[in-house]
Nanobody, 120 residues
């Protein structure tokens, strides 16, 4: 089994910054993609940013230029640096990783979520 532990959420004023972390532990052969998603009240969960095993990144349009996703493969950890936060960034943020076992089978794992609240 794989466990994900998220940290770094909280309350911040508009224009402020937060850094989210998500550490994976357990039996992991390899990790392919890692990413961050968010879900605001009454809305569907949406992709914020992803990073491949090779370091290629992808961002939601509204996150481009403000958020930076990165990963530390030695620590099985993914980060999301969020700058210039806006009230509309308020949501529960979830990390997701896609692992691959020795037989090449992929599995998705989700973190428990961390609340980010941006006040105006």
């Amino acid at each position: 089994q794989v466990q994900l532990v998220e940290s770094g959420g909280g309350l911040v004023q508009a224009g402020g910054s937060l850094r989210l972390s998500c550490a994976a532990s357990g039996i992991i052969f390899s990790i392919n993609a890692m990413g961050w998603y968010r879900q605001a009240p009454g809305k569907q969960r949406e992709l914020v940013a992803t990073i491949s095993s090779g370091g290629s990144t992808n961002y939601k349009d509204s996150a481009k230029g403000r958020f930076t996703i990165s990963r530390d493969n030695a620590k099985n950890t993914v980060y999301l640096q969020m700058n210039s936060l806006r009230p509309e960034d308020t949501a529960v943020y979830y990390c997701k990783i896609t692992t691959r076992n020795v037989w090449g089978i992929s599995y998705d794992y989700w973190g428990q979520g961390t609340q980010v609240t941006v006040s105006s």
